[in-house]
């Protein structure tokens, strides 16, 4: 019995001690290769055209603009008043040809200065002692 156990015990030994077989350590998963993909569209020719105004009174906001384009030509202008009552024009052109071209014009407003009125004197009431 006690030779079964010493074999026994031998080869748990042998067993714990020998290198167990790692499988999956080596394994690399494969590259996946990316070849690209373009869209082909039509060749078509580009066109919009929109505009748009805005006059708040109550904010005082005014400004407007307009744009076009015909092919890879953009034609457009916006306009804005400015704090001081002027009014700033700018009209643009751009394409692949020229760039962008910008044309500002300054109109001078006549901008309303508040007039300032000195705040009333405050009167106090007579402190009596008594």
């Known amino acids: 019995m006690s030779l079964q156990i ?4 031998a080869l748990f030994g042998v067993a714990l001690s020998s290198p167990i077989a790692q499988y999956g350590h080596g394994y690399v998963a ?3 290769a990316y070849h690209g993909h373009e869209e082909h569209y039509p060749d078509a020719h580009p066109a ?3 505009h748009y105004n805005v006059h708040d009174p109550h904010t005082g906001d005014v400004k407007s603009q307009e744009e076009s384009r015909d092919g890879d030509v953009v034609h457009g202008s916006y306009s804005l008043v400015e ?3 002027g009014k700033r024009t700018v009209e643009y052109t751009a394409s692949h040809a020229h760039g962008f071209n910008a044309v500002v014009h300054k109109e001078p407003g ?3 200065v508040p007039a300032y009125h000195a705040p009333a004197p405050a009167y106090h009431a007579p402190a ?3």
């Open 83 to 85: 704090p001081d009552g």
């Open 110 to 112: 006549h901008h309303a």
């Open 6 to 9: 010493a074999v026994l015990l």
């Open 30 to 32: 494969p590259v996946a």
């Open 48 to 50: 919009y055209k929109f």
């Open 128 to 130: 009596y002692h008594g």
